[in-house]
């Protein structure tokens, strides 16, 4: 079995890990959005100018995935995480606009050993992303499972 930096064992309640940051283009998110959520204020800045958000913005569909990138990068790629059953919650509270730096962060809710197979259990998480301006952009709740640690 691999040795892994972060097993169930590691993620306390209460415990925050900095994710790291990222500032977004208007290339990017055209780009982004041209493929997988193609309205008008994300792919066309003429249109987006008249738009309630007076010009390009993120998909929110795209900041989860910048998040969830850095996500992998700083804890999942060193963890011994085997998935997750899904969000619970989850909010875009502020546009993310081109030129944005998007920072990350996840703090640990809960953490519960499996009842039925012990050699794993579930950490409850929240992430909350920020803009440049320490603006909060984005959040959600979810749950990982990982492996605990060998004997």
Not at 19 to 36: H, N, Y
Not at 126 to 137: A, F, I, K, S, Y
Not at 138 to 143: D, L, N, P
Request: proline share 8%; with cysteine; net charge negative.
């Amino acid at each position: 079995m691999p040795q892994y930096q972060y097993y169930l064992e590691d993620f306390t309640p209460d415990a925050s890990l900095e994710l790291g940051s990222k500032t977004v283009t208007e290339e990017e998110i055209i780009r982004f959005a041209r493929e997988f959520d193609p309205q008008p204020f994300h792919i066309d800045p003429v249109a987006a100018a008249h738009s309630p958000f007076g010009g390009i913005i993120a998909s929110g569909w795209q900041t989860c995935g910048i998040a969830m990138r850095m996500l992998v990068d700083t804890v999942l790629s060193k963890s011994a995480s085997i998935g997750s059953p899904g969000i619970e919650q989850l909010r875009w509270t502020l546009p993310v606009r081109p030129g944005d730096t998007l920072s990350a962060r996840v703090v640990v809710l809960a953490n519960r050993p499996s009842q039925t197979k012990p050699d794993r259990g579930t950490i409850k998480f929240r992430m909350e992303v920020t803009n440049q301006h320490g603006e909060q952009v984005m959040w959600h709740e979810s749950f990982g499972m990982f492996l605990r640690r060998p004997a």
